[in-house]
Protein backbone atom coordinates (compact mmCIF):
# COMPACT_ATOMS: atom_id res chain seq x y z
CA UNK A 1 0.00 0.00 0.00
CA UNK A 2 1.06 3.50 -1.10
CA UNK A 3 1.08 6.21 2.15
CA UNK A 4 0.25 9.60 0.66
CA UNK A 5 -0.52 12.76 2.20
CA UNK A 6 -3.88 12.58 0.55
CA UNK A 7 -5.13 9.30 2.49
CA UNK A 8 -7.06 8.66 5.63
CA UNK A 9 -8.71 6.37 7.69
CA UNK A 10 -12.29 6.38 6.81
CA UNK A 11 -14.38 7.86 9.49
CA UNK A 12 -11.45 9.93 10.59
CA UNK A 13 -9.64 13.83 10.05
CA UNK A 14 -7.67 13.51 6.45
CA UNK A 15 -4.89 15.94 6.30
CA UNK A 16 -6.66 18.25 4.89
CA UNK A 17 -8.06 18.86 8.16
CA UNK A 18 -11.50 19.08 7.53
CA UNK A 19 -12.02 15.10 7.10
CA UNK A 20 -12.67 15.75 3.24
CA UNK A 21 -11.09 16.43 0.17
CA UNK A 22 -12.39 17.46 -3.54
CA UNK A 23 -12.30 16.91 -6.81
CA UNK A 24 -13.71 17.67 -10.06
CA UNK A 25 -14.78 14.25 -11.92
CA UNK A 26 -15.68 14.16 -15.76
CA UNK A 27 -15.67 12.10 -18.85
CA UNK A 28 -13.99 13.93 -21.73
CA UNK A 29 -16.77 13.86 -24.01
CA UNK A 30 -17.84 16.33 -26.86
CA UNK A 31 -17.42 19.74 -25.56
CA UNK A 32 -14.96 18.33 -23.00
CA UNK A 33 -13.42 15.96 -25.83
CA UNK A 34 -10.86 19.11 -26.63
CA UNK A 35 -7.39 18.35 -24.76
CA UNK A 36 -6.88 21.76 -24.40
CA UNK A 37 -10.32 22.80 -22.69
CA UNK A 38 -10.01 20.17 -20.35
CA UNK A 39 -6.26 21.18 -19.50
CA UNK A 40 -7.47 24.44 -19.07
CA UNK A 41 -10.01 23.31 -16.85
CA UNK A 42 -7.23 21.70 -14.66
CA UNK A 43 -5.35 24.81 -13.77
CA UNK A 44 -8.64 26.67 -13.04
CA UNK A 45 -9.49 24.19 -11.15
CA UNK A 46 -6.08 24.33 -9.13
CA UNK A 47 -6.49 27.93 -8.78
CA UNK A 48 -9.70 27.65 -7.36
CA UNK A 49 -8.41 25.60 -4.47
CA UNK A 50 -9.45 22.27 -5.55
CA UNK A 51 -7.77 18.81 -4.36
CA UNK A 52 -7.98 16.77 -7.43
CA UNK A 53 -9.03 16.33 -11.35
CA UNK A 54 -10.02 13.26 -12.26
CA UNK A 55 -11.37 11.80 -15.89
CA UNK A 56 -13.20 8.80 -16.95
CA UNK A 57 -11.52 6.72 -19.25
CA UNK A 58 -13.87 5.65 -21.92
CA UNK A 59 -12.86 4.39 -25.77
CA UNK A 60 -16.54 4.65 -26.77
CA UNK A 61 -19.84 5.99 -24.98
CA UNK A 62 -23.62 5.53 -26.21
CA UNK A 63 -25.41 7.93 -28.22
CA UNK A 64 -25.38 10.88 -28.29
CA UNK A 65 -22.13 11.55 -27.40
CA UNK A 66 -19.69 11.28 -30.50
CA UNK A 67 -16.41 12.63 -29.01
CA UNK A 68 -14.26 11.03 -27.16
CA UNK A 69 -10.86 11.97 -25.97
CA UNK A 70 -7.96 9.89 -24.38
CA UNK A 71 -7.82 10.86 -20.57
CA UNK A 72 -4.36 9.36 -20.30
CA UNK A 73 -2.80 12.04 -22.80
CA UNK A 74 -5.08 14.62 -21.41
CA UNK A 75 -3.66 13.71 -17.19
CA UNK A 76 0.03 14.10 -19.22
CA UNK A 77 -0.83 17.27 -20.87
CA UNK A 78 -2.50 18.32 -16.98
CA UNK A 79 0.45 16.77 -14.95
CA UNK A 80 2.52 19.32 -16.90
CA UNK A 81 0.58 22.55 -16.33
CA UNK A 82 -0.29 21.85 -12.53
CA UNK A 83 1.91 21.50 -8.93
CA UNK A 84 -0.64 20.61 -6.73
CA UNK A 85 -3.48 18.58 -7.88
CA UNK A 86 -3.93 14.95 -7.63
CA UNK A 87 -4.77 13.24 -10.86
CA UNK A 88 -5.80 10.16 -12.56
CA UNK A 89 -8.31 8.20 -14.02
CA UNK A 90 -11.31 7.19 -12.50
CA UNK A 91 -11.55 4.55 -13.08
CA UNK A 92 -9.86 2.64 -16.09
CA UNK A 93 -10.58 -1.10 -16.85
CA UNK A 94 -7.34 -2.81 -16.16
CA UNK A 95 -8.65 -6.06 -18.92
CA UNK A 96 -8.67 -3.81 -21.00
CA UNK A 97 -5.07 -2.84 -20.69
CA UNK A 98 -1.34 -4.49 -21.12
CA UNK A 99 -0.55 -4.57 -17.69
CA UNK A 100 3.12 -4.16 -18.62
CA UNK A 101 2.39 -0.58 -20.95
CA UNK A 102 0.13 0.53 -17.84
CA UNK A 103 3.33 -0.39 -15.08
CA UNK A 104 5.12 2.32 -18.02
CA UNK A 105 2.58 4.65 -18.06
CA UNK A 106 1.87 4.90 -14.62
CA UNK A 107 5.67 5.47 -13.60
CA UNK A 108 6.08 7.77 -16.57
CA UNK A 109 2.82 9.77 -15.34
CA UNK A 110 3.70 10.04 -11.44
CA UNK A 111 7.22 11.30 -12.32
CA UNK A 112 5.90 14.15 -14.46
CA UNK A 113 3.57 14.85 -12.09
CA UNK A 114 6.01 14.90 -9.09
CA UNK A 115 4.00 12.13 -7.48
CA UNK A 116 0.61 13.23 -7.65
CA UNK A 117 -1.18 10.28 -9.57
CA UNK A 118 -3.96 7.79 -7.67
CA UNK A 119 -4.98 5.19 -10.43
CA UNK A 120 -8.66 4.28 -10.09
CA UNK A 121 -9.21 0.42 -11.20
CA UNK A 122 -12.26 -1.93 -11.49
CA UNK A 123 -13.97 -4.24 -14.05
CA UNK A 124 -15.60 -1.79 -16.45
CA UNK A 125 -18.97 -2.36 -18.17
CA UNK A 126 -20.02 -3.26 -21.94
CA UNK A 127 -23.54 -1.52 -21.20
CA UNK A 128 -23.00 1.88 -22.27
CA UNK A 129 -20.87 1.26 -25.12
CA UNK A 130 -19.93 -2.03 -26.15
CA UNK A 131 -16.76 -1.26 -24.93
CA UNK A 132 -15.86 -4.74 -24.89
CA UNK A 133 -18.32 -6.73 -26.94
CA UNK A 134 -17.59 -4.06 -30.10
CA UNK A 135 -13.30 -4.55 -29.70
CA UNK A 136 -13.28 -8.17 -28.93
CA UNK A 137 -12.23 -7.60 -25.34
CA UNK A 138 -13.41 -10.04 -22.67
CA UNK A 139 -17.09 -9.50 -21.75
CA UNK A 140 -17.50 -11.95 -18.71
CA UNK A 141 -17.32 -10.24 -15.57
CA UNK A 142 -15.38 -12.24 -13.76
CA UNK A 143 -12.81 -13.24 -16.21
CA UNK A 144 -12.49 -9.28 -15.98
CA UNK A 145 -12.19 -9.50 -12.47
CA UNK A 146 -9.55 -12.51 -12.56
CA UNK A 147 -8.25 -10.03 -15.11
CA UNK A 148 -8.06 -6.79 -13.39
CA UNK A 149 -6.26 -9.45 -9.79
CA UNK A 150 -3.65 -10.05 -11.95
CA UNK A 151 -2.64 -7.04 -13.55
CA UNK A 152 -2.48 -5.65 -10.31
CA UNK A 153 -0.03 -8.12 -9.07
CA UNK A 154 1.84 -7.39 -12.36
CA UNK A 155 2.23 -3.72 -11.48
CA UNK A 156 2.83 -3.78 -8.16
CA UNK A 157 5.45 -5.69 -8.66
CA UNK A 158 6.81 -3.37 -11.86
CA UNK A 159 6.43 -0.33 -9.34
CA UNK A 160 9.04 -2.52 -7.09
CA UNK A 161 11.53 -1.76 -9.57
CA UNK A 162 12.84 -5.26 -9.43
CA UNK A 163 12.76 -8.15 -12.70
CA UNK A 164 9.24 -9.20 -12.83
CA UNK A 165 8.51 -12.81 -13.27
CA UNK A 166 4.82 -13.45 -13.58
CA UNK A 167 3.43 -16.29 -15.79
CA UNK A 168 -0.35 -16.31 -15.01
CA UNK A 169 -3.27 -17.69 -16.28
CA UNK A 170 -3.52 -14.14 -18.53
CA UNK A 171 -0.39 -12.40 -18.70
CA UNK A 172 3.25 -12.99 -18.70
CA UNK A 173 6.35 -10.73 -17.88
CA UNK A 174 9.75 -12.53 -18.24
CA UNK A 175 12.41 -10.71 -16.60
CA UNK A 176 11.39 -7.70 -17.41
CA UNK A 177 12.51 -4.38 -14.99
CA UNK A 178 10.55 -1.29 -14.92
CA UNK A 179 12.49 1.89 -14.13
CA UNK A 180 12.36 4.49 -13.33
CA UNK A 181 10.12 3.73 -10.52
CA UNK A 182 7.28 5.82 -9.55
CA UNK A 183 7.98 9.01 -7.06
CA UNK A 184 5.30 7.43 -4.71
CA UNK A 185 6.72 4.58 -2.99
CA UNK A 186 6.33 2.00 -2.78
CA UNK A 187 3.90 2.75 -5.74
CA UNK A 188 1.05 4.17 -7.11
CA UNK A 189 -1.99 4.73 -4.53
CA UNK A 190 -4.56 2.45 -6.02
CA UNK A 191 -8.14 2.78 -5.51
CA UNK A 192 -10.79 0.08 -6.42
CA UNK A 193 -13.96 0.87 -7.76
CA UNK A 194 -17.01 -1.44 -6.82
CA UNK A 195 -21.01 -1.24 -6.52
CA UNK A 196 -22.28 -1.16 -3.08
CA UNK A 197 -23.28 -4.50 -1.25
CA UNK A 198 -20.69 -6.21 -3.08
CA UNK A 199 -17.97 -7.61 -0.58
CA UNK A 200 -15.65 -8.54 -3.38
CA UNK A 201 -14.33 -5.11 -4.70
CA UNK A 202 -14.06 -4.28 -1.02
CA UNK A 203 -11.83 -7.42 -0.41
CA UNK A 204 -9.95 -6.32 -3.18
CA UNK A 205 -9.77 -2.98 -1.71
CA UNK A 206 -8.18 -3.96 0.87
CA UNK A 207 -4.97 -4.99 -0.43
CA UNK A 208 -4.49 -1.40 -1.93
CA UNK A 209 -5.14 2.30 -0.87
CA UNK A 210 -8.92 2.94 -1.22
CA UNK A 211 -12.48 2.37 -2.16
CA UNK A 212 -14.50 4.11 -4.68
CA UNK A 213 -17.96 3.18 -4.42
CA UNK A 214 -20.06 3.67 -7.34
CA UNK A 215 -24.10 4.39 -8.27
CA UNK A 216 -24.05 5.64 -4.71
CA UNK A 217 -27.64 6.44 -3.90
CA UNK A 218 -27.79 7.43 0.00
CA UNK A 219 -25.02 7.83 2.68
CA UNK A 220 -25.66 4.91 4.94
CA UNK A 221 -24.73 3.27 1.84
CA UNK A 222 -20.98 4.89 3.04
CA UNK A 223 -21.56 4.25 6.37
CA UNK A 224 -22.51 0.47 5.69
CA UNK A 225 -18.76 0.15 3.54
CA UNK A 226 -16.97 2.27 5.88
CA UNK A 227 -17.89 -0.48 8.61
CA UNK A 228 -16.98 -3.08 6.60
CA UNK A 229 -13.43 -1.87 5.68
CA UNK A 230 -13.15 -1.18 8.84
CA UNK A 231 -13.21 -4.74 9.88
CA UNK A 232 -11.50 -5.98 6.94
CA UNK A 233 -8.87 -3.83 7.85
CA UNK A 234 -9.26 -4.10 11.59
CA UNK A 235 -5.16 -4.98 11.67
CA UNK A 236 -3.69 -2.44 9.46
CA UNK A 237 -1.88 0.87 10.23
CA UNK A 238 -1.48 2.26 6.80
CA UNK A 239 -3.76 4.89 5.41
CA UNK A 240 -6.99 4.15 3.34
CA UNK A 241 -9.56 6.58 1.29
CA UNK A 242 -12.75 6.17 0.94
CA UNK A 243 -13.94 8.46 -2.39
CA UNK A 244 -17.73 9.04 -3.02
CA UNK A 245 -18.48 10.46 -6.53
CA UNK A 246 -21.87 12.99 -6.07
CA UNK A 247 -23.80 15.17 -7.46
CA UNK A 248 -22.73 19.35 -7.98
CA UNK A 249 -25.86 19.93 -5.52
CA UNK A 250 -25.53 17.37 -2.80
CA UNK A 251 -24.17 17.81 0.25
CA UNK A 252 -21.35 16.23 1.42
CA UNK A 253 -21.54 16.32 4.94
CA UNK A 254 -23.40 13.28 5.98
CA UNK A 255 -20.99 11.31 3.67
CA UNK A 256 -18.07 12.69 5.70
CA UNK A 257 -20.00 12.00 8.52
CA UNK A 258 -20.49 8.28 7.02
CA UNK A 259 -16.72 8.03 6.48
CA UNK A 260 -15.98 9.64 3.20
CA UNK A 261 -12.11 10.88 2.78
CA UNK A 262 -12.66 12.12 -1.15
CA UNK A 263 -15.53 13.80 -2.51
CA UNK A 264 -15.70 13.75 -6.16
CA UNK A 265 -17.92 16.43 -8.05
CA UNK A 266 -19.69 14.10 -10.94
CA UNK A 267 -20.36 15.41 -14.24
CA UNK A 268 -22.11 12.73 -16.26
CA UNK A 269 -22.47 12.92 -19.94
CA UNK A 270 -26.14 13.70 -20.23
CA UNK A 271 -26.37 17.24 -20.72
CA UNK A 272 -22.65 17.42 -20.16
CA UNK A 273 -21.77 21.18 -20.82
CA UNK A 274 -18.55 22.96 -20.46
CA UNK A 275 -20.17 26.25 -18.95
CA UNK A 276 -22.11 24.31 -16.34
CA UNK A 277 -18.10 22.35 -15.28
CA UNK A 278 -16.59 25.78 -15.43
CA UNK A 279 -19.13 27.56 -12.92
CA UNK A 280 -18.95 24.94 -10.28
CA UNK A 281 -15.50 24.96 -11.00
CA UNK A 282 -15.57 28.22 -9.94
CA UNK A 283 -17.60 28.63 -7.05
CA UNK A 284 -14.91 26.38 -5.67
CA UNK A 285 -14.89 23.07 -3.18
CA UNK A 286 -16.32 24.62 0.22
CA UNK A 287 -19.23 23.14 1.37
Known sequence: MTQTAASSEPGQTSSAGLGLRSALWFPLFDELADPAVAVQLAVEAEEAGWDGVFLWDHVNWRDPVQRVADPWIVLAAMAARTERLRLGPMVTPLARRRPVKVARETATLDQLSGGRLTLGVGLGSDRFGREFSGTG????????????????????????????????????VDGIRFLPRPVQQPGVPVWVAGFPGNLKPLR??????????????????????????????????????????????????????AGATWRLVEFGPDDLRLDDVRAVLRAGPSW
Not at 236 to 253: I, K, Q
Request: with cysteine.
Open 204 to 257: RAVRYDGFFPVNLDHPDQVAEISETLAKLRQDATSPFDLAVGLSPDADPAPYVA
Open 137 to 172: DETDDRLRAAMLDECLDVLTAAWSGEEVHHQGQHYT
